[in-house]
Each structure stands twice: as C-alpha cells, then as structure tokens.
C-alpha cells in the first residue's frame, strides 16, 4: 500500500503521532507506520474506524481487553505500548513488527513441511498459554493474525482489538467469513466458550499449514457454520502426501467438538505436534526455534525504513519469490468432509471473502520469505507441556525451512431445484416405549434473539427416542426458523452419531429451507427406494408426511428428512466405522 493511497491521513499529525505511512486498511480501521513525537520512536498505530469510535460497547471492550493484554509479557505476543482516545477517535499504539502475514506465505508457496508448521504452533502456542494464565482469551486465531519474520520468530498480533470485536457469540459486531473457518463449534451454539475455543483454532491453523488449505472449506457462511458443528474433522495425512499419520490424531483432539475433549493447553497441542514427528524432523524442528530464538525476535520499537504493508484484501505489489519446493506433488480435492452444505445457517447477510486472503491490517510485510537454513541440527531437548496455569509453554530451538508447494484447487458445490415425487414409505409412528429424558445442556446464556424458550422445549420434546440428558444442545436458528439444537449419539440400535434438528413456525418457510439442502453430487436413493428425495407417510394415514432423502459424503452416511405437521427438519448422520446408510435408514423408519 503506497503511501499516496487515495483517503489516507499519511502526513498529517494525530494527537502527538505524525502518520508517516498508510500500512492497512479494514474494516475496523487503519494502521500506520507513525512517528511517537513525545517518546521519539517510530510504532504502529491502529486508528478506530468511526462506527467502532462511536459504539459504546466496543469502547469499553477495548479499553478491557487492550489493558490486559498490555500487561502480557511474552515474547511472541506484540507489545501494546498504549491506546486510549484522541478527539473521539479511538486508538492503539504498538510495536512496529517487520514480518509477513502467514496467510501471505500460504497463499503464495501453498503449504509448508511439518517441521516448519510445528515450530509455529509451538510459538503461537507460547503466546496463547501466556494470555490464557492471565485470563485473556484471544479468540481470532487465524493465518492472518500470524507474523512470521526473516528470523523465523513467530508473533500472535490482535489481542485486545479481536477480543473487543468479537463478541463470544455470533450477535454483536458478526465476524468476516474468513474468522469463521478458524472458529470453534461452540462459539455458533448456546454453549460456554472457553480458551479452549482458541486451542481449536490454532489446531486449524496447525492443519492449513499442513495441506495448504483450512479444514472446511465451503463458498457460503451457511456451510462455514454447518462444518464445524457437524462434518467429521479432516486428516490431513489423507490430503498431502508425506505428511505422517500421526498428525491425524493430533488434529482430531485438538479439533474435537466438545471442548472437554481438546487438549488441555495450547502447549500440549504444541507437544502432541512435536511428538507426531519423525526423529529426523523433531530435529529439523529444533533448528527452526534456535535460530528464531538466537536471532532475537524481539525487535527494536525503530525499524529499517523498507517494510511493505499490506492491506486488507490488497496484496503489496513486491511479490515474494518462491523457494525451491520440495515436490510439486497434485493436490487432491479438498472439499469438506461430511454434510457441509446441508444444515444451511443464514443468520445474516454475509459476503464471502475472495480467494485473496485478508490480511488483519498489520504492519511489516516482508517482500520475500526467509531463505532456508543450512546449520546442522544440535541433540534433541525434551519438551514439557504448559497447561494454562502460568507455566511458560514448550520453547525449543531450531531454523524455519520453506520448502512450499502449490494449493490445490477445490470443487464448488452444486444445488438442485427441489423437485422430488412422493413414494409410499412403510415407516411405524414414535410410540412412547420410553420416557423422553431429553434436555438440552445448561450454558450461561440462552438464544434468546433468534429461539424462545417455548419453541425450545417444544423442539425437544419432538426428538427421536435414544438421547440421554444433556446430549442435544442449543445453537442459532437459521433465518425464519424458531430453534434449532445439534445433537451427539443416539444410543438406539443404528442411531445417528451426531444431527441437527431445526423447528420452522410455517410450512412455506420449512419447504424453502428444504429445497436448499438438495445437492445431486451427494445423494443417493435410499435403501430400498427407487427416488431420492421422495415423500413418506405413516401406515395409517395415506397421507404424505414429510420429505426424505439420503446421501453418502466422504463416507459419512446422512439421512434428511421433513414432518410437515411438527415443522421440522432432521439431519441425522453416520460416521465411516458406522452406522452405515442401511443401519441409519432402519433406524429412521423406526423412529419416524
């Protein structure tokens, strides 16, 4: 971004900071390479946009969260030397950091060896631990809030702001699609967040930068959310050739669904990655954090006057040169696992980010990655794992290397019109052979925007038999629905291992949602059937009740179904090791 940008403020005055050069624009504001003329040094000045200025609420996060993470002292978090308010127009004074964005490297070399991307969880993990002793939760951990500088030191940037921001729910400020790939499952349903909700995150960067490519990748806000909640979590050792497979149990802990089932703290994901290794690459990975850390990351607050900034969906024109890959190896196709583009969310208007990354607006682009290493390897350390308890997390010692290769390309999703005849469906009615002990988990707040406690309750109260207390949680309605709860295994014969179900107050409205969940390339007739989607009825009525239909994605089978006179949308869904489509069709004919 040149310094002539049309709009900017470079060469004026702000309270006692000269602008001396526009680094990035966004939503939330712009960030200049600015002159402090009291303390005579030259920072990174974040000016608020006008709208975040003036919103009370924003103001006093920010005042919050950028005072706690102003008392964080660890070396891999950017410094925040002040921040306050100047003729109305909110500000934050940083260090200057000399570095590229890791979504930048990403975009441009594609992914990295699992070396490289192990001594980066191990950094970031580093900076997450400390804020999460201090009881700071950074809760935008993504590529685009990644420094990498030319000595391989790793910086976590947009604490305080991403947590002013961004509210623990969808239902404040919203967040840009490009956070939602990043974000875990909890944060789009009813249940408590915790900093747990960052250690998925960083396990999702931990996966790009394996594969070149986000765990679920989807064109629409809906599937961004739907994935999460409800596809299987990825291998990567099944999308990149040579990456081990071990690293397969890392991502399923560190992204599991339930956050009690994740990994304790950032440092022991940073460990568990470690430990997938080969012997070789544990090696290799020491390199990279020794000549980080004798290289001194921490810079001074004065820089060389050469850093290339870069804006928000607006690439720098120095482009950086790629490093001899490792292989050019093809890429298979990535899309998501599981039903992604089924459970459609519409909460809101959204626009979906290019193909461009988004860079976060900081300062200190470089304009080419750090060249690779070529010091011998010291004896591997042992490495200790931090939970959140003030203990400093794993640091080891080594040199990043960049080997790169190409991102491959994804599919796009194709939708049908529904269009579907009715078949006669022999099914037998829920009968109350048990009692309905269904509840849905306690959370500290409810969805009291978008689901009121009576639709809840009814919904509940229409679920299939097989669910134990405490099994169905609430999340956020899609548009013009009353509530909606996702679900973990039905422990009946063929149960689903995990479903949604969603309550509409209107016929038209519940048919509209249905005709989008239609996708020809995952379909399949169910068994026995002849059509998929088809008409189903009960055996003594003759008339229809519902709509069904089967798919098969990524061998997770999924049944979809509709009952018209309860309102409701079921999506129930298998996993690979079973139930199996025939299995999960029997059990829905004998629920429903």
Not at 1 to 25: C, D, I, N, Q
Not at 304 to 313: H, M, P
Not at 378 to 387: E, I, M, V
Not at 544 to 553: D, T
Request: proline share 10%; net charge neutral; hydrophobic share 40%.
């Amino acid at each position: 971004m040149s310094a002539s940008t049309r709009g900017s403020r470079v060469g004026t005055r702000f309270g006692p900071y000269y602008l001396k050069r526009l680094l990035g624009t966004g939503g939330m504001g712009e960030v200049y390479e600015a002159v402090d003329t009291v303390r005579q040094r030259v920072v990174a000045l974040k000016l608020m946009s006008e709208s975040l200025s003036h919103d009370p609420v924003f103001r006093m996060r920010m005042q919050r969260e950028a005072r706690n993470a102003g008392r964080l002292q660890e070396p891999h978090v950017v410094p925040i030397h002040d921040y306050g308010e100047i003729d109305g127009q909110l500000y934050l004074d940083m260090r200057l950091i000399e570095g590229t964005h890791l979504a930048l490297l990403l975009e441009r070399f594609g992914p990295v060896t699992p070396p490289w991307a192990v001594a980066l969880v191990h950094q970031v993990a580093s900076a997450l631990d400390a804020a999460h002793a201090a009881g700071v939760m950074h809760r935008d951990v993504k590529p685009e809030n990644i420094l990498v500088t030319r000595d391989d030191f790793v910086y976590l940037v947009d604490f305080g702001i991403a947590s002013a921001a961004t509210d623990e729910k969808l239902t404040q400020l919203g967040s840009a699609v490009g956070t939602w790939r990043y974000m875990a499952p909890e944060r789009f349903s009813d249940a408590e967040v915790t900093h747990r909700a960052d250690i998925y995150s960083l396990t999702c960067v931990l996966h790009e930068c394996l594969t070149g490519t986000p765990p679920y990748r989807a064109d629409s806000a809906g599937m961004l959310i739907t994935a999460p909640l409800m596809a299987p979590i990825p291998r990567p050792s099944q999308l990149r050739p040579g990456i081990p497979a071990a690293f397969d149990a890392v991502i399923a802990r560190g992204m599991a669904k339930r956050p009690e089932d994740r990994y304790a703290s950032a440092g022991d994901l940073a460990l568990a990655a470690h430990q997938a290794l080969s012997g070789p690459h544990q090696a290799q990975e020491f390199r990279i954090l020794k000549r980080s850390e004798e290289a001194g990351g921490l810079y001074s607050d004065v820089l060389a006057e050469d850093i290339t900034g870069v804006s928000y969906g607006s690439l720098s024109t120095s482009t950086p040169s790629a490093p001899t890959p490792v292989a050019a190896t093809p890429q298979p196709d990535l899309n998501v696992s599981g039903p992604l583009a089924l459970p459609s969310l519409p909460t809101s208007e959204v626009n979906v980010s290019s193909s461009n990354p988004q860079a976060s607006s900081w300062p200190g682009v470089t304009s080419t990655p750090p060249p690779p290493s070529q010091s011998p390897p010291p004896p591997p350390q042992k490495a200790d794992a931090t939970p959140p308890s003030g203990r400093r997390a794993p640091s080891f010692s080594g040199r990043l290397r960049n080997p790169w290769i190409l991102l491959a390309a994804a599919a796009l999703a194709v939708l049908l019109v529904f269009a579907a005849q009715g078949i006669w469906l022999t099914v037998r009615p829920n009968t109350a052979s048990g009692p309905r002990t269904v509840t849905a988990s306690p959370s500290p707040t409810s969805p009291t925007s978008t689901a009121s406690a009576d639709a809840l309750a009814r919904l509940l109260s229409l679920l299939p038999l097989g669910y134990a207390p405490g099994t169905c949680r609430p999340f956020l309605p899609p548009k013009d629905a009353l509530a909606r709860v996702i679900c973990d295994k039905n422990v009946d014969a063929g149960g689903p291992s995990r479903a949604i179900y969603t309550l509409f107050g209107e016929t038209a409205t519940l048919r509209q949602f249905f005709d989008g969940l239609l996708r020809t390339d995952i379909m399949v007739n169910c068994p026995g059937e002849s059509k998929s989607p088809t008409g189903w009825h009960r055996p003594e009525s003759p008339q229809v009740g519902g709509m069904v239909f089967c798919a098969v994605q990524e061998s997770s089978p999924t049944v979809v179904w509709t009952n018209e006179a309860q309102l409701m949308i079921f999506l129930a869904q298998g996993d690979p090791e079973g139930p199996n489509l025939d299995q999960l069709y029997a059990w829905w004919k004998k629920h429903w």
